[in-house]
Structure formats: C-alpha cells, structure tokens
C-alpha cells in the first residue's frame, strides 16, 4: 500500500539553526500538509499546499517557516532559524483530493532543538 | 479554540467487550469526520470517516455515529483486542482539518 515517507525520523539541532524536514506524499496525492506535535499536546494544523502553492496556513506558520515542493516528489518544511519552542513532532500528510478523502500521515521527523 | 475535543484522556476496557470513544465539536461548518489511530513512535493512521450527511458508518469492527444536532461523534469498536490499544484521535474538516487531543486506549486481554 502506498505511504507518505518523512526523513530524518529524528533531528537534534542548535537554537537558531535552519532545518529543512522531508517528505515524500502519495503519489498521486494532490493536497499536501505539514502538521506537528507538541509532546502531550493535540495535533495541530500549519499549512496545507495544492497547486504549487501554499493553499491555507495556520497562526503558527509565521515567517520563520516555509514550505516547497521542488521536484515533483518531494515536499520540505524549512525552518530558518529554530526555536527551543519549535521542538516537536512534525507529520507531513497528502490527500488525493477533495471532499471526503482522508489525510494519510508519514511516521514523523522528531525534531530536537537545544 | 478548541473546535474538537476529546473529553477522556484514557479509556480500559476488557478484551472482547465494545469501546466507546466520543468526541465533540463546536463548529457546525464541519462536513467530515474521521478518526484516526496512533501508535508510539508512528504517525496517525487512518480508521474510519463520515461525512455530515450520514449517521453512521461502519467498517468490520469499527462504527462512527455522527450526532449533528448534539455536534458528537463517537467510534465504536466491538469486539475489542489488544491490538485496538493504541492513541485514537478524531478529526473534523471542512477547509482543513481540526483534531482532538486523542484517547489512549487501553484493551485488557
């Protein structure tokens, strides 16, 4: 069965370091999303791509954090300059489109910021 | 703005006998509902929908009940197995999708 792929499944890095978190959807998957993991806390939305280009994003996806599908099977989450507060579990997720199809989810890339 | 919540943080029950997870929203906007198991170390992995203009949906063991009115939603798992352990979260959309704080459950053999 096809499945999103995510890589590293675990990154440590310093405060103000970029990371980049990596992504492979479903192939033919159309919408794709990052959303990440506060440790104890509820999933939360941060920004939803379609169509090359960024479709809707949460209060959390400020300025630091930036999305981009460079080929046509990758799709990364950037963060340029992280926070202590940006460690968490970020889960990439694809759906193949419109209404009623579900949101299929990598296993998660652990980052840990020091 | 919690616009899904999960009320029961833990649930255990006995081997065999029906679980129960529920669910409530505040957004009547929402047209689909999903739930949604997770176990450690592994991303969410989808179980069951339902969309706003049914009530019921039911898939082998699983069965999600869409109360419109009470803005509830509940799955059903009959009979359980310790394999059902696992986070279970619920998750409504209409432009992106909100999720709840997840349920652990727990099934005793």
Redesign the interface.
């Known amino acids: 069965e096809p499945e999103?792929t995510?890589t590293p499944s675990h990154q440590v890095t310093q405060m103000g370091q970029e990371v980049i978190l990596r992504c492979v959807p479903i192939s033919n998957h159309l919408y794709f999303?990052w959303?990440r993991q506060i440790l104890g806390?509820?999933?939360?939305?941060l920004v939803?791509f379609y169509n090359n280009e960024i479709s809707?994003k949460s209060e959390i996806f400020d300025d630091q954090f930036s999305v981009e599908r460079p080929d046509g099977s990758n799709f990364t989450l950037k963060i340029r300059s992280t926070k202590l507060e940006d460690s968490a579990m970020y889960?990439c997720?694809s759906r193949e489109t419109g209404?009623?199809s579900?949101?299929?989810?990598?296993?998660?890339t652990r980052l840990t910021v020091t | 703005d919690?616009q899904v919540k999960q009320n029961s943080p833990s649930l255990s029950v006995q081997e065999g006998r029906i679980s129960i997870l529920n669910c409530d929203y505040t957004n009547s906007m929402f047209?689909?509902f999903?739930w949604?198991k997770k176990y450690p170390?592994?991303?969410?992995?989808?179980l069951i929908?339902i969309?706003s203009i049914k009530d019921k949906n039911e898939d082998g063991r699983f069965t999600v009940f869409l109360n419109k009115s009470a803005k509830h939603l509940s799955l059903h798992i009959v009979p359980s197995q310790p394999g059902d352990s696992a986070v279970y979260?619920c998750?409504a959309s209409y432009?992106?999708?909100?999720?709840?704080?997840?349920t652990s459950l727990t099934v005793i053999p």
């Open positions: 999103v995510q999303y959303y806390q509820k999933v939360e939305f939803s809707e889960f997720a209404f009623g579900p949101l299929h989810f990598g296993n998660g | 919690q047209d689909y999903l949604y170390a592994e991303g969410p992995t989808f929908s969309s979260f998750a432009n992106q999708f909100y999720f709840g704080t997840g």
